[in-house]
């Protein structure tokens, strides 16, 4: 069964320094996101991805976060100067269709765990 | 400003029980979403609803929607401790969902 998959699946980073996160979506897969989930807390709503632009991104998506795909499989975010705050887990996930009809549904991968010290 | 509330966030049942966890959001959408977390875990797609009156069911998991009253119910049928988990709701909302707080499931043997 088709999967998202990303790496790292848990990376430690000091302060100030910069994050790439890399994902690689369903292949057949158009729409693209990003969220994130602070321990034991709800699933915040990053960014969305369609067609080579941004569709949406959230109040947490601030000009230290960045998405690419940069060839046709991959889907990162980079966080450009890391802080504690941003320690959390981070889910990928892609989907067939906008998120308003059939194959709307979102598949997640099993996500990147992010400590910043 | 969409609101997605769950009730209760936290479920203690003996297994064999029936349960409802409710799912209320603010404003109007007819995309709803119900996904399930094991610690430690992603997000697992359990239902998708995408119409008002829209009802499906998996095994011991039935979820409905309501989008007149803005509400979506999770029922469990005779649980089982398989079914111990966290347990969101998710809105549709442009290019996004917006989530619910969980409901932490634990279910007794």
């Known amino acids: 069964e088709p999967e998202v998959t990303q790496t790292p699946s848990h990376q430690v980073t000091q302060m100030g320094q910069e994050v790439i996160l890399r994902c690689v979506p369903i292949?057949?897969?158009?729409?693209f996101y990003w969220y994130r989930q602070i321990l034991g807390q709800k699933v915040e709503f990053l960014v969305s991805?369609?067609?080579?632009?941004?569709?949406?991104k959230s109040e947490i998506f601030d000009d230290q976060f960045s998405v690419e795909r940069p060839d046709g499989s991959n889907f990162t975010l980079k966080i450009r100067s890391t802080k504690l705050e941003d320690s959390a887990m981070y889910f990928c996930?892609?989907?067939?269709?906008?998120?308003?009809?059939?194959?709307?549904?979102?598949?997640f991968g099993e996500g990147s765990r992010l400590t910043v010290l | 400003e969409l609101k997605v509330e769950q009730n209760p966030l936290f479920l203690s049942m003996q297994e064999g029980k029936n349960y409802t966890i409710y799912c209320n959001y603010s404003?109007?959408?007819?995309?709803l979403y119900w996904y399930r977390q094991d610690p430690g875990k992603s997000l697992e797609s359990l239902f998708v609803?995408?119409?008002n009156g829209a009802v499906k069911q998996e095994g011991r998991l039935m979820a409905s929607l309501d989008t007149k009253a803005r509400l979506s119910t999770l029922h469990i049928t005779a649980a089982v401790h398989d079914l111990s988990a966290t347990y969101f709701c998710?809105?549709?909302?442009?290019?996004?969902?917006?989530w619910g707080a969980g409901t932490k499931l634990i279910i007794k043997p």
């Open positions: 996930a892609s989907s067939e269709a906008g998120t308003g009809g059939p194959g709307g549904e979102l598949f």
């Open positions: 292949s057949n897969h158009l729409y």
């Open positions: 991805f369609y067609n080579n632009e941004i569709s949406e």
């Open positions: 404003t109007t959408s007819d995309r």
């Open positions: 609803l995408l119409s």
């Open positions: 998710a809105v549709g909302s442009n290019y996004q969902l917006i």
